[in-house]
């Protein structure tokens, strides 16, 4: 199924960086399988060789995940100030557990600052709460207002929950700021999964995919947009989230010369991840259960990365892809061709025809 395309992605990239699989926390179905007694750490040499690989690619932003980056203080320090030295925009994903006090968030995040980060993501949740108070995550997010820099909140989504975004947004302290400063913190739920593409999470209505809502789900812009070094050495092929469980995502590893070139010629020129960039997984199981009734998917999966992981780890659904997929060659390559020449060469010409009317 591998097919000699490298560089139709057109897109800009992301460079994600798992410094250390460690995290303070250890919540179930943990999106990268982190947890407090983890040991793989990824070296300094190993993270400012991706990022200066990156930059010879034209990748367009660095981000530091998890695990929790933070564990890994020193070595986050340089690898931040190394890509922001070359021009990058940086983003720290991070639990917010050093956010004890309003000096201790102030002090982490005029170090940070200081290297050169431009974003902050917090994660929470139910599960995430659990090990980190929901308080650090706002004192974090208060720091950040103080020193103008966007904060963006993750909150986990299922049905019954005690964290959500209304939850956050409610809170006395986030509550209390001004208009302008509350601006600066944006709250985004997004569905909690389990790693077992077999075991469903309850979800409000009309959240899980199924044939009537399918055409409002958006397509998989990770794979093929994120290659992530993870903090075992292994380069994979999207943004991470139940990567280790499905090795064909892994694409190269840190030990092998211009790992990172590798790994984009690997992952464009697999027709699956083509397919699963352009059209999304769940029209991927929508097309395997229409050839074989005995596949389930419907209002199943509401999160992506889970469709994916149920489309790699079903052997019914493994066959139907390696029997078949040569049907639907034709419709991804159109696809392929629409997001990446025809409507950007549109764009570019309403762009130019705009400029010659506003100049004539």
Wanted: include cysteine.
């Amino acid at each position: 199924m591998n097919l000699p395309v490298p560089g139709l992605f057109r897109g800009p990239k992301t460079l994600s960086i798992m410094p250390t699989y460690a995290c303070p926390a250890a919540c179930e179905h943990c999106a990268s399988m982190s947890h407090p007694k983890a040991r793989e750490n990824l070296t300094l040499q190993a993270m400012l060789s991706a990022i200066d690989q990156a930059k010879a690619l034209g990748f367009y932003n660095v981000v530091f995940t998890g695990g929790e980056a933070t564990l890994r203080w020193r070595d986050l320090l340089a690898a931040i100030r190394h890509a922001s030295g070359l021009g990058f925009p940086v983003r720290l994903v991070s639990n917010a557990h050093w956010a004890v006090s309003a000096k201790s968030a102030d002090r982490r995040l005029d170090a940070l600052l200081e290297a050169g980060l431009t974003e902050i993501n917090y994660s929470t949740g139910d599960e995430h709460a659990r090990f980190v108070p929901l308080e650090r995550v706002v004192e974090g997010c208060l720091a950040a207002v103080r020193r103008r820099l966007k904060a963006w909140v993750m909150v986990e989504l299922r049905a019954a929950r005690a964290v959500t975004a209304a939850s956050v947004t409610g809170h006395p302290r986030i509550a209390a700021l001004a208009p302008e400063d509350r601006a600066l913190i944006e709250i985004v739920e997004s569905p909690w999964m389990p790693l077992d593409p077999g075991l469903l999470e309850d979800y409000p209505p009309g959240v899980a995919a199924d044939n009537h809502n399918l055409k409002s789900f958006r397509v998989c812009s990770n794979v093929l947009q994120t290659y992530t070094i993870q903090a075992d050495g292994r380069v994979g092929a999207c943004c991470g989230i139940g990567m280790r469980q499905i090795p064909e995502l892994s694409v190269a590893t840190v030990d092998q010369p211009d790992f990172l070139s590798r790994a984009v010629e690997s992952a464009e020129g697999d027709f699956l991840k083509l397919w699963l960039h352009y059209l999304g997984p769940e029209r991927v199981l929508a097309w395997a259960a229409a050839r074989d009734p005995s596949i389930r998917w419907e209002g199943m999966y509401a999160h992506h990365c889970q469709a994916c992981a149920r489309i790699y780890r079903d052997e019914a659904v493994r066959r139907l892809v390696r029997e078949h997929y040569e049907e639907m060659i034709a419709e991804v390559l159109q696809a392929v061709w629409l997001d990446e020449h025809h409507v950007p060469s549109q764009s570019r010409g309403m762009a130019e025809r705009r400029r010659a009317c506003a100049q004539a």
